[in-house]
């Protein structure tokens, strides 16, 4: 199947720092990616929607300023915790879409665990 | 109520055992994913199905979309197994998946 990788898989930061994760799709080329935010013992949490060279779609309730996505490609999606804080620690997981494949196919990443400290 | 809802919250099964996940969703969908996710976090897509069954490996899948329900089965289970399954909708309208809130499968041996 699609892979999609995620860079770095784990993280850990000092309060105040800004933290840039990247979603890559691998061996295709994904129109959407998703982000999630998945807290412990808890499903995932949709953050966003992100399509190649359009502004991302937050859900309710994700600050938009905080959590920063940017879909420059068909391959690559990033998000970057501005100004983290240790409420933002959590396991970040992107999701992409493949044009060439079913419509309804998602594949996810391997997700990146962010500490604040 | 959650739009998907997934039974047993814990399972517990000895090796070998035949088990069932079961997934039942009140939206209207395009298709319902079973995914698989390893303590450490990584998300395995195991399928997506809009109608019948699928089968990889030991792994089933079924959609009943009268019944709006769905079954993961797991034959001859194995420690490996063990992880969280999560079922998740998704959506005819709109572009995102609904999940369940997942069943913790633990095998032992």
């Known amino acids: 199947g699609a892979v999609v990788s995620q860079h770095p898989s784990r993280v850990i930061c000092k309060s105040g720092t800004s933290v840039k994760i990247e979603c890559r799709s691998l061996?295709?080329?994904?129109?959407?990616m998703f982000w999630y935010r998945q807290f412990p013992k808890q499903s995932l949490m949709l953050m966003a929607t992100?399509?190649?060279?359009?502004?991302?779609?937050?859900e309710q309730g994700v600050e938009k300023d905080k959590f920063l996505i940017n879909h420059a490609s068909l391959t690559l999606s990033t998000l970057t915790v501005t100004s983290a804080h240790p409420e933002d620690s959590s396991f970040y997981i992107c999701?992409?879409?493949?044009?060439?494949?079913?419509?309804?196919?998602?594949?996810f990443g391997p997700g990146t665990r962010l500490t604040v400290l | 109520k959650n739009e998907v809802e997934q039974s047993p919250q814990n399972l517990t099964a000895q090796e070998g055992e035949f088990i069932t996940i079961n997934c039942s969703y009140s939206?209207?969908?395009?298709?319902l994913h079973w995914l698989q996710q390893h303590p450490g976090g990584g998300i395995v897509s195991l399928f997506m199905?809009?109608?019948g069954k699928k089968k990889h490996g030991r792994l089933i899948a079924t959609i009943n979309i009268q019944e709006k329900h769905s079954s993961l089965h797991i034959t001859a289970s194995h420690p490996r197994d063990s992880a969280v399954y999560i079922c998740?909708?998704?959506?005819?309208?709109?572009?995102?998946?609904?999940f369940g809130a997942g069943t913790i499968l633990r095998v032992k041996s």
């Open positions: 061996d295709f080329q994904a129109t959407t």
């Open positions: 998740a909708a998704d959506r005819i309208y709109g572009n995102k998946l609904v």
């Open positions: 939206v209207g969908i395009s298709a």
């Open positions: 999701s992409a879409r493949s044009i060439w494949t079913q419509i309804n196919e998602q594949f």
């Open positions: 992100s399509n190649e060279g359009s502004k991302a779609t937050y």
């Open positions: 199905l809009s109608s």
